[in-house]
Protein backbone atom coordinates (compact mmCIF):
# COMPACT_ATOMS: atom_id res chain seq x y z
CA UNK A 1 0.00 0.00 0.00
CA UNK A 2 1.70 3.14 -1.46
CA UNK A 3 0.26 5.46 1.42
CA UNK A 4 -0.59 4.92 4.99
CA UNK A 5 -4.52 5.03 5.90
CA UNK A 6 -5.45 7.90 8.36
CA UNK A 7 -8.39 7.48 10.65
CA UNK A 8 -9.23 10.77 12.49
CA UNK A 9 -11.41 10.34 16.17
CA UNK A 10 -12.79 13.31 17.55
CA UNK A 11 -14.37 13.41 20.77
CA UNK A 12 -12.52 10.83 22.75
CA UNK A 13 -15.44 10.48 25.31
CA UNK A 14 -17.26 7.07 25.88
CA UNK A 15 -17.65 5.99 22.56
CA UNK A 16 -14.78 7.64 20.73
CA UNK A 17 -12.50 6.98 23.80
CA UNK A 18 -13.31 2.77 23.44
CA UNK A 19 -13.68 2.41 19.44
CA UNK A 20 -10.86 4.77 19.11
CA UNK A 21 -8.48 2.62 21.83
CA UNK A 22 -9.29 -0.59 19.76
CA UNK A 23 -8.54 0.99 16.55
CA UNK A 24 -5.02 2.73 18.24
CA UNK A 25 -4.26 -0.60 20.22
CA UNK A 26 -4.37 -2.71 17.05
CA UNK A 27 -2.51 -0.54 14.62
CA UNK A 28 0.09 0.92 16.80
CA UNK A 29 2.97 0.90 14.97
CA UNK A 30 1.74 -0.66 11.62
CA UNK A 31 2.75 -0.21 8.07
CA UNK A 32 -0.87 0.44 6.55
CA UNK A 33 -3.05 2.38 9.38
CA UNK A 34 -2.26 5.43 11.24
CA UNK A 35 -5.00 6.24 14.09
CA UNK A 36 -5.42 10.09 15.23
CA UNK A 37 -7.14 11.75 18.40
CA UNK A 38 -8.49 15.24 18.29
CA UNK A 39 -9.27 16.00 22.02
CA UNK A 40 -8.57 18.86 24.26
CA UNK A 41 -7.53 19.95 27.87
CA UNK A 42 -6.51 17.84 30.49
CA UNK A 43 -7.80 14.69 28.65
CA UNK A 44 -5.45 15.28 25.87
CA UNK A 45 -2.49 15.87 28.24
CA UNK A 46 -2.75 13.11 29.66
CA UNK A 47 -3.11 10.50 26.66
CA UNK A 48 0.26 12.23 25.18
CA UNK A 49 1.77 11.82 28.13
CA UNK A 50 0.41 8.09 29.14
CA UNK A 51 -1.35 6.82 26.53
CA UNK A 52 -5.34 6.48 26.33
CA UNK A 53 -6.54 3.87 29.54
CA UNK A 54 -9.50 1.40 28.17
CA UNK A 55 -11.04 -0.12 31.47
CA UNK A 56 -13.43 -3.37 30.21
CA UNK A 57 -14.93 -5.32 33.55
CA UNK A 58 -11.65 -6.85 34.76
CA UNK A 59 -8.93 -5.89 31.69
CA UNK A 60 -7.24 -2.99 31.38
CA UNK A 61 -5.27 -1.56 28.10
CA UNK A 62 -3.46 1.57 27.43
CA UNK A 63 -4.21 2.59 23.49
CA UNK A 64 -1.41 5.07 21.95
CA UNK A 65 -2.54 6.87 18.97
CA UNK A 66 -0.32 7.91 16.08
CA UNK A 67 -1.01 11.21 17.13
CA UNK A 68 -3.36 12.88 19.83
CA UNK A 69 -3.36 16.62 19.30
CA UNK A 70 -6.26 20.10 19.45
CA UNK A 71 -4.47 20.93 15.81
CA UNK A 72 -6.39 19.24 12.78
CA UNK A 73 -3.68 20.90 10.44
CA UNK A 74 -0.91 18.47 11.88
CA UNK A 75 -2.63 15.22 10.81
CA UNK A 76 -3.21 15.69 7.12
CA UNK A 77 -5.76 14.67 4.92
CA UNK A 78 -7.49 12.05 6.84
CA UNK A 79 -9.66 8.68 4.97
CA UNK A 80 -11.80 8.36 7.44
CA UNK A 81 -13.21 10.49 10.03
CA UNK A 82 -15.14 9.15 13.48
CA UNK A 83 -17.05 12.19 14.37
CA UNK A 84 -17.85 10.91 18.39
CA UNK A 85 -18.71 14.21 19.71
CA UNK A 86 -21.88 14.94 21.73
CA UNK A 87 -24.94 16.44 19.08
CA UNK A 88 -24.46 19.62 19.92
CA UNK A 89 -20.92 19.97 19.02
CA UNK A 90 -21.09 18.50 15.38
CA UNK A 91 -20.70 21.88 13.25
CA UNK A 92 -17.82 22.78 15.66
CA UNK A 93 -15.72 19.27 15.47
CA UNK A 94 -16.79 19.58 11.29
CA UNK A 95 -15.14 23.27 11.64
CA UNK A 96 -12.29 22.04 13.14
CA UNK A 97 -11.36 18.92 11.04
CA UNK A 98 -11.70 20.71 7.89
CA UNK A 99 -7.75 20.40 7.50
CA UNK A 100 -8.04 17.05 7.77
CA UNK A 101 -11.10 17.06 5.09
CA UNK A 102 -11.20 16.72 1.09
CA UNK A 103 -13.66 15.34 -1.26
CA UNK A 104 -12.23 12.48 -0.79
CA UNK A 105 -12.04 11.91 2.96
CA UNK A 106 -15.18 9.81 4.13
CA UNK A 107 -16.84 10.69 7.46
CA UNK A 108 -18.98 8.42 10.10
CA UNK A 109 -20.81 10.22 12.84
CA UNK A 110 -21.12 7.95 16.23
CA UNK A 111 -23.51 9.87 17.84
CA UNK A 112 -27.25 10.04 19.41
CA UNK A 113 -30.09 11.31 17.05
CA UNK A 114 -30.71 10.59 13.38
CA UNK A 115 -30.18 14.12 12.04
CA UNK A 116 -26.37 13.93 12.16
CA UNK A 117 -25.54 12.57 8.34
CA UNK A 118 -27.95 15.06 6.81
CA UNK A 119 -26.37 18.19 9.04
CA UNK A 120 -23.11 16.70 7.88
CA UNK A 121 -23.99 16.54 4.05
CA UNK A 122 -25.49 20.05 4.42
CA UNK A 123 -21.83 21.44 5.72
CA UNK A 124 -19.67 18.90 3.48
CA UNK A 125 -22.29 18.29 0.34
CA UNK A 126 -19.53 16.18 -2.03
CA UNK A 127 -18.05 13.58 0.87
CA UNK A 128 -19.07 10.24 1.61
CA UNK A 129 -21.21 10.66 5.01
CA UNK A 130 -22.15 6.65 6.70
CA UNK A 131 -25.11 6.32 8.64
CA UNK A 132 -24.05 4.99 12.25
CA UNK A 133 -25.02 3.57 15.34
CA UNK A 134 -23.46 2.03 18.36
CA UNK A 135 -24.81 -0.12 21.66
CA UNK A 136 -22.30 0.61 24.52
CA UNK A 137 -22.22 2.37 27.75
CA UNK A 138 -19.28 3.57 28.30
CA UNK A 139 -18.25 6.73 29.79
CA UNK A 140 -14.85 9.44 30.56
CA UNK A 141 -13.72 8.02 34.22
CA UNK A 142 -11.26 10.98 34.28
CA UNK A 143 -8.78 12.59 32.26
CA UNK A 144 -7.35 10.16 30.08
CA UNK A 145 -9.25 6.78 31.16
CA UNK A 146 -12.18 5.43 29.66
CA UNK A 147 -14.51 3.38 32.03
CA UNK A 148 -16.43 0.14 29.17
CA UNK A 149 -19.56 -1.45 31.29
CA UNK A 150 -22.09 -3.75 29.94
CA UNK A 151 -21.21 -6.77 28.00
CA UNK A 152 -22.32 -5.17 24.86
CA UNK A 153 -19.90 -2.68 22.87
CA UNK A 154 -21.54 -2.86 18.97
CA UNK A 155 -20.95 -1.00 15.77
CA UNK A 156 -23.42 -1.11 12.84
CA UNK A 157 -23.04 1.54 10.00
CA UNK A 158 -23.38 1.79 5.90
CA UNK A 159 -25.36 3.54 3.79
CA UNK A 160 -29.44 2.33 2.42
CA UNK A 161 -28.85 -0.10 -0.32
CA UNK A 162 -25.32 0.56 -1.24
CA UNK A 163 -22.05 -1.35 -0.29
CA UNK A 164 -18.70 0.20 -1.99
CA UNK A 165 -15.30 -1.07 -1.70
CA UNK A 166 -14.19 2.15 0.68
CA UNK A 167 -17.25 0.89 3.26
CA UNK A 168 -15.60 -2.63 2.78
CA UNK A 169 -12.37 -1.52 3.42
CA UNK A 170 -13.71 0.34 6.81
CA UNK A 171 -15.44 -3.01 8.00
CA UNK A 172 -12.20 -4.80 7.19
CA UNK A 173 -9.88 -2.35 9.38
CA UNK A 174 -12.53 -2.26 12.20
CA UNK A 175 -13.07 -5.96 12.54
CA UNK A 176 -9.37 -7.09 12.63
CA UNK A 177 -9.18 -4.34 15.41
CA UNK A 178 -11.87 -6.60 17.46
CA UNK A 179 -14.69 -4.06 17.39
CA UNK A 180 -17.86 -6.23 16.76
CA UNK A 181 -18.66 -4.10 13.47
CA UNK A 182 -21.54 -4.57 10.92
CA UNK A 183 -21.49 -2.99 7.65
CA UNK A 184 -25.14 -3.19 6.54
CA UNK A 185 -27.26 -1.60 3.55
CA UNK A 186 -30.33 -1.43 5.99
CA UNK A 187 -28.87 1.28 8.55
CA UNK A 188 -31.42 3.54 8.57
CA UNK A 189 -34.03 1.01 10.49
CA UNK A 190 -31.23 -0.08 12.54
CA UNK A 191 -30.38 3.63 13.15
CA UNK A 192 -34.26 4.33 13.92
CA UNK A 193 -34.46 1.55 15.87
CA UNK A 194 -31.89 2.49 18.42
CA UNK A 195 -33.22 6.27 18.03
CA UNK A 196 -36.58 4.60 19.44
CA UNK A 197 -34.29 3.06 22.69
CA UNK A 198 -32.23 6.02 23.28
CA UNK A 199 -34.53 9.09 22.77
CA UNK A 200 -37.84 7.60 25.04
CA UNK A 201 -35.49 6.57 27.60
CA UNK A 202 -33.10 9.62 27.76
CA UNK A 203 -36.27 12.21 27.69
CA UNK A 204 -38.20 9.99 30.27
CA UNK A 205 -35.18 9.77 32.78
CA UNK A 206 -34.29 13.48 32.48
CA UNK A 207 -37.87 14.97 32.53
CA UNK A 208 -38.27 12.79 35.91
CA UNK A 209 -34.82 13.11 37.18
CA UNK A 210 -33.98 9.55 38.48
CA UNK A 211 -32.26 6.55 37.46
CA UNK A 212 -33.81 3.84 35.07
CA UNK A 213 -34.44 1.29 37.85
CA UNK A 214 -36.40 3.88 39.25
CA UNK A 215 -38.09 5.21 36.09
CA UNK A 216 -39.51 1.58 35.30
CA UNK A 217 -40.81 1.03 38.90
CA UNK A 218 -42.81 4.61 38.91
CA UNK A 219 -43.23 5.55 35.58
CA UNK A 220 -43.29 3.14 33.08
CA UNK A 221 -46.50 4.32 31.36
CA UNK A 222 -45.14 7.40 30.55
CA UNK A 223 -41.93 5.70 28.77
CA UNK A 224 -44.40 3.61 26.77
CA UNK A 225 -46.05 6.64 25.64
CA UNK A 226 -42.55 7.80 24.47
CA UNK A 227 -41.51 4.80 23.11
CA UNK A 228 -45.11 4.95 21.04
CA UNK A 229 -44.29 8.38 19.89
CA UNK A 230 -40.70 7.75 18.00
CA UNK A 231 -42.10 4.76 16.84
CA UNK A 232 -45.10 6.58 14.85
CA UNK A 233 -42.61 9.23 13.66
CA UNK A 234 -40.33 6.78 12.15
CA UNK A 235 -43.00 5.00 10.47
CA UNK A 236 -44.05 8.23 9.35
CA UNK A 237 -40.94 9.01 7.51
CA UNK A 238 -41.46 5.57 5.65
CA UNK A 239 -38.81 3.56 8.16
CA UNK A 240 -39.99 0.29 8.76
CA UNK A 241 -38.75 -1.42 12.48
CA UNK A 242 -39.72 -4.65 13.41
CA UNK A 243 -43.37 -5.24 13.89
CA UNK A 244 -42.64 -5.76 17.67
CA UNK A 245 -40.21 -3.02 18.48
CA UNK A 246 -42.24 -1.50 21.44
CA UNK A 247 -42.26 -4.41 23.51
CA UNK A 248 -38.41 -4.97 22.51
CA UNK A 249 -37.08 -1.67 23.21
CA UNK A 250 -38.77 -2.06 26.58
CA UNK A 251 -37.76 -4.94 27.89
CA UNK A 252 -33.89 -3.76 26.25
CA UNK A 253 -34.48 -0.76 28.56
CA UNK A 254 -35.45 -3.36 31.68
CA UNK A 255 -32.18 -5.19 31.10
CA UNK A 256 -29.71 -2.39 31.84
CA UNK A 257 -28.74 -2.00 35.22
CA UNK A 258 -30.61 -0.21 37.83
CA UNK A 259 -28.62 2.57 38.46
CA UNK A 260 -28.24 3.25 34.67
CA UNK A 261 -28.28 6.41 34.00
CA UNK A 262 -28.31 8.32 29.97
CA UNK A 263 -25.73 10.83 28.79
CA UNK A 264 -28.18 13.53 28.46
CA UNK A 265 -30.13 12.87 31.97
CA UNK A 266 -25.80 12.96 33.39
CA UNK A 267 -25.67 16.40 31.66
CA UNK A 268 -28.76 17.87 33.10
CA UNK A 269 -27.70 16.48 36.63
CA UNK A 270 -24.55 18.38 36.19
CA UNK A 271 -25.82 21.86 35.20
CA UNK A 272 -23.99 21.35 31.88
CA UNK A 273 -24.68 24.60 29.58
CA UNK A 274 -25.83 22.08 26.57
CA UNK A 275 -27.54 18.62 26.47
CA UNK A 276 -28.92 16.75 23.68
CA UNK A 277 -32.28 17.64 24.19
CA UNK A 278 -32.62 18.77 20.60
CA UNK A 279 -31.58 15.90 19.24
CA UNK A 280 -33.11 13.42 21.19
CA UNK A 281 -36.67 15.50 22.30
CA UNK A 282 -36.89 18.68 20.03
CA UNK A 283 -36.35 16.72 17.11
CA UNK A 284 -38.82 14.49 17.73
CA UNK A 285 -41.64 17.36 18.49
CA UNK A 286 -40.74 19.10 15.40
CA UNK A 287 -40.48 16.31 13.57
CA UNK A 288 -44.34 15.63 15.45
CA UNK A 289 -46.11 19.21 14.57
CA UNK A 290 -45.58 18.35 10.46
CA UNK A 291 -46.35 14.43 10.93
CA UNK A 292 -47.51 13.25 14.04
CA UNK A 293 -48.87 14.44 17.89
CA UNK A 294 -45.87 13.78 20.23
CA UNK A 295 -47.84 14.88 23.49
CA UNK A 296 -45.39 13.16 26.29
CA UNK A 297 -42.56 14.38 24.07
CA UNK A 298 -43.74 18.00 23.94
CA UNK A 299 -44.72 18.11 27.74
CA UNK A 300 -41.03 16.70 28.58
CA UNK A 301 -39.57 18.76 25.71
CA UNK A 302 -41.27 22.01 26.81
CA UNK A 303 -40.10 21.20 30.52
CA UNK A 304 -36.70 20.37 29.93
CA UNK A 305 -36.38 23.33 27.45
CA UNK A 306 -37.42 25.64 30.31
CA UNK A 307 -34.93 23.97 33.20
CA UNK A 308 -31.79 24.17 30.49
Request: proline residues 3%; negative net charge.
Amino acid sequence: MANKIKIVIIGIGGVGGYFGGMLAKKYAENNEVEIYFVARGKHLKQIQEKGLIIIRGEHTFVAKPHLATEHAEEIGIADFVLVCTKSYDLEAAIMQLKPCIDKKTILMPLLNGVDSVERIKGMLPENQVLSACVYIISQLKEAGTIEVTGNVQSLFFGTDNTLNPEQQLLEKILKEADIKATLTPNISTIVWEKFIFISSIATATSYYDCCVGKLLEEHEETLIKLIDEVTDIALAKGIQPDAEIGIKTLNKQKSLPYETITSMHRDFMNSKPNTELESLAGYIVRAGEKLNNTPSFEIAYQYLKNKN
